[in-house]
């Protein structure tokens, strides 16, 4: 069954500095979100993307926070200065048509210090 | 504000034993309620959509059900490999988003 990629598992950086987390969604997938979750917490929306630009956000996603799908296979959401509450699961997902099931991949925990 | 309650916060039960779990939501106008699972570590993995009122899914030991105000996943004879916490999130109608509103999860565990 095909399913969302993402790269790295695990990334620890400082605060301050930039991160990029990559995904690859499945391929004939329209629709690619971002998603997190904080330790204990709930999964929360942070943005999603369609047709090459970004069809809705969240309050989380501001001006550190950029998305890009550089290639036909790629997803990749970039924090310029990270922050210690940054440090949460990043979960990349996709889906075929919009309000459909999303497909999530095991996600990547961003761990600042 | 949109909410999703998902009720208890964690459940114990024996192999064999069936249960319910509940999502109750308060949104401005239902788009569509899904159920998910989760494994430590992992992502969610999709289970059922459901879009109207008196709609029901079914799959294996797990079936899901939608009234205006709430749904149930329903766990019949549950096995230890059915383990794990599962969410529940909507899609509001309000405008126009797209984007999914989660609970909190139920952590089950299912002892042999």
């Known amino acids: 069954e095909p399913e969302v990629t993402q790269t790295p598992s695990h990334q620890v950086t400082q605060m301050g500095q930039e991160v990029i987390l990559r995904c690859v969604p499945i391929?004939?997938?329209?629709?690619f979100y971002w998603y997190r979750q904080i330790l204990g917490q709930k999964v929360e929306f942070l943005v999603s993307f369609y047709n090459n630009e970004i069809s809705e956000k969240s309050e989380i996603f501001d001006d550190q926070f950029s998305v890009e799908r550089p290639d036909g296979s790629n997803f990749t959401l970039k924090i310029r200065s990270t922050k210690l509450e940054d440090s949460a699961m990043y979960f990349c997902a996709s889906s075929e048509r919009t309000r459909e099931k999303l497909f999530f991949g095991s996600g990547t925990q961003l761990s600042v210090l | 504000e949109d909410q999703v309650t998902q009720s208890p916060e964690a459940l114990r039960l024996q192999e064999g034993e069936s249960s319910s779990l509940n999502c109750s939501y308060t949104v401005s106008g239902l788009r569509g309620l899904f159920w998910y699972r989760q494994d430590p570590g992992k992502g969610p993995e999709f289970l059922f959509t459901?879009?109207?009122a008196g709609e029901e899914k079914e799959k294996e030991r797990l079936k899901a059900t939608l009234t205006k105000k709430e749904s149930f996943l329903h766990i019949t004879a549950p096995k230890p490999e059915d383990s794990a916490t599962y969410l529940c999130?909507?899609?509001?109608?309000?405008?126009?988003?797209?984007?999914?509103?989660f609970g909190k999860g139920t952590k089950l565990t299912v002892n042999p």
């Open positions: 999130a909507v899609i509001p109608s309000q405008g126009g988003s797209e984007k999914l509103v």
């Open positions: 391929s004939n997938h329209l629709y």
């Open positions: 459901l879009y109207s």
